[in-house]
């Protein structure tokens, strides 16, 4: 059965020893997203002693909960993979839907591969990962994110280091990420559950960045104890 990306909401949430971080920012992006697809979200109440990578879906039969292992290395020094990135209608991009596997196809492939994540790319820029939000450092203290409107999905990872991310003195400018950009960055980070603060080290087989992680070190206090 095909199922349709109006047909589900999720968001993914890491737990330890049943503390779900920052599940209030999780929620608020469920609930956003849900109105986006049209899906009523019911009231939400959390099991016990969740661990692990927790999804937490509602769709037509309610709500649901999924548990995985943590399966990389947190705050790692990261090798990508550029892969062209899935197309919904512009209303659907953006939103955690009930139509993800083309996003868990390309991250097992590109695992398959030995690499540790997929930059996704189009129109020759780079609007997301499979499960990060990359950011990049240039020499002017800017750090770049893609443009909402270019259908990247809104992180709760960057939610949560926005403010320490200005408070270090960076600027955070929205654009478009093309190759020009790619290719002076002292610094590119990827936010994700999973993966915390990774750092970009390669891509497409090559070397990123100057070697600097200042950047990844400003996201990894922030995102605190519980993300070490």
């Known amino acids: 059965m095909v199922m349709g990306p109006k047909s589900a909401v999720f968001t993914t949430v890491r737990a330890r020893s049943g503390k779900l971080f920052h599940l209030d920012l999780h929620l608020q992006r469920l609930t956003r997203h849900a109105a986006v697809l049209g899906i009523e979200v019911p009231d939400i109440e959390i099991p016990n002693g969740l661990e692990g990578l927790i999804r937490i879906q509602v769709d037509s039969e309610g709500v649901s909960f999924n548990s995985k292992d943590f399966y990389q290395d947190i705050h790692m020094d990261a090798e990508g993979i550029t892969v062209p990135a899935p197309r919904w209608s512009r209303k659907i991009m953006g939103t955690k839907h009930g139509d993800w596997d083309a996003y868990r196809q390309i991250t097992s492939e590109v695992l398959s591969k030995g690499a540790d994540v997929a930059i ?102 922030a995102l605190g104890e519980g993300w070490r």
Not at 181 to 194: C, F
Not at 201 to 219: A, E, M, P, R
Request: hydrophobic share 45%.
């Open 120 to 221: 996704l790319v189009h129109d020759y820029c780079i609007i997301d990962g499979d499960r990060v939000m990359p950011l990049i450092l240039d020499n002017d203290g800017v750090v770049w994110i893609s443009d909402a409107k270019l259908g990247g999905v809104d992180s709760v990872t960057f939610d949560v280091c926005k403010s320490a991310i200005e408070d270090s003195g960076f600027i955070i400018s929205e654009g478009r990420l093309n190759e020009r950009i790619v290719a002076r960055a002292k610094e590119i980070v990827l936010l994700g559950t999973g993966m915390g603060a990774a750092r970009l080290t390669v891509l497409d087989d090559v070397d990123i960045g100057d070697g600097s992680d200042n950047l990844q070190k400003v996201c990894i206090e």
